[in-house]
């Protein structure tokens, strides 16, 4: 079973209830170990895979890590938040608010992705560790909370640990003068940032090079990371397509040197044994259609964000 994951933040605590819809921290220790002892020490975290290993900068000990990469042309916002775990309802009020979601909702500038031609998503992720909490398993129900306010109080799942690693996110988007050269730019810009590209002909790699002088356009580069630490060095002075496939290459080696916490594991209460023997009268929402619904909910969203503007200024 596929981990459900939540990006990251430091008011985050083990045990503490979590609702996956709207990505909302809940009430503490809603789940306790299995002793009765709360969870907030993270003593209690222990690993639980190890692949890949990769050896430290100084030659000790072995680094597991798990690298994804991810580079396509995206035409819905949907699949660029999919992609960062972040949920669309989380998106749409954060946007709403102008920008109480936090810093990965906030991560890219939605008017600039509607008006571009060209959208191309790149995305490396890196898990060194997961810290999961295998005691965390007795669900504490608060007295007198009625079942109406089930979902308010716990959420419908409960942290359970943290994936430990890091994240690189950048989002290229491109606004052509003349629009019916997309596909052929679009294309040029593929060859140019597949990583798999080794060796290309003389003259395909000179029309690849003057790929940002050939058009006219307009380029905006929107880049986000966790973990890693400093990973633009000395030479990488403002962010182009060549610095952005540069540092992406390079990334999982700086996260083997400094990660970082990148998401909060989900573990839904109906999977706890303890929850259904509680005397707790209520039950937690199921949101995995309503997940999907709000993807699509948050691209309409978008869309009427677009032609509000328009007609405002018309």
Known sequence: ??????????????????????????????????????????????????????????????????VTWTAKFVDRISEVTDSMNISGSLEIKADSLGGGGGAQARFMDSNKFKESDINYFIQVKVTNELLVAPNLTQFSPIENV???????????????????????NALISIKLKDRSKAKEFGGKLKMKMDRKVVQVDAEVEGDVKSLESSYEHETTIAVSWTGGGDIKDERVKEWTLETLKAVAMEFPEHVMACPMRTNAILTKYTGLKSFWGSQLKGSPLDYENAGVYSAALLDAYMDYKIMWRNIQTG
């Open 1 to 66: 079973m596929a981990l459900i994951l939540a990006p990251y933040n430091s008011a985050m605590r083990l045990g503490m209830g979590f609702n996956s819809f709207t990505q909302q921290l809940c009430i503490n220790d809603a789940v306790k170990l299995e002793d009765g002892g709360e969870a907030a020490s993270e003593r209690v975290l222990r690993p639980q895979y190890k692949l890949g290993t990769m050896s430290a900068a100084d030659g000790g000990a072995n680094i597991s890590q798990v």
């Open 146 to 168: 009625p079942p109406s306010e089930f979902t308010r109080v716990y959420g419908d799942s409960f942290i359970s640990g943290f994936t430990e690693g890091g994240e690189f």
